[in-house]
């Protein structure tokens, strides 16, 4: 809801004005600046407004950045088809939409995080666990297993789309894996043995596919987790 202060904000298109205005065109400057890029008087400069009168709306800059992020998640939700085949090609299909919404919004990945607190973030958590629900796992570990998939869409995407934007913005996703594939090559292989041997594999891997290795992995265990093995 928007902020009630003393007086509604006047000039240019201030009385037309809305959060939802405002972060949409926010998505939009942060796709195209990214994070570093986005200012409250360019963004006022996009909608015809003074800056004064996104303060109505949004206390800073990060308030703006999460809800902004929370839009993004929103979209991705919006876009999963539902698959009707089982709730675990639900929860994969889910994930996948995630995680390729992150990957076109790059700057939103460190943003989504649990525990889920804005309204996209919840809607996410509410239908990973409505989910799961629909699975063989015991209701006593509906919120385990729930929260362990959550946090792996959430974090597992921020881990794979993020660190490269953190660095100038010249700096593409190849050439920080590059640099970063050097680095593990110049390691001693006494020490690092698995580190050397994969420097190639870092720079030429496929980040969905590794998105989608790991899910899958943490997906195929709903059946353990279902089925606990009985006490020795």
Known sequence: MPRTRGRAPTGGRAGALSREMIVGAAVELLDEHGERGLTFRLLAKALNTGPGALYWYV???????????????????????RPQDGAVPGLRA???????ALVRHPWAASHVNAPATLENALRLLDR????????????ERHFAVSTAISYYVTGVSAQIVAPHTDLDAATSRDAFLLHTAERWSELDPADHPFLVRAAKDLRDHDDRDQFITGLDMLLGGLSTTADPPPPA
């Open 59 to 81: 206390s800073n800059k990060d308030e703006l950045v999460a809800l902004a992020a929370d839009q993004v998640l929103g979209d991705a939700l919006a876009a999963d088809p």
């Open 94 to 100: 889910l994930a996948v939409a995630v995680f390729d």
């Open 128 to 139: 990973i666990g409505t989910l799961v629900v629909g699975t063989r796992v015991p209701p």
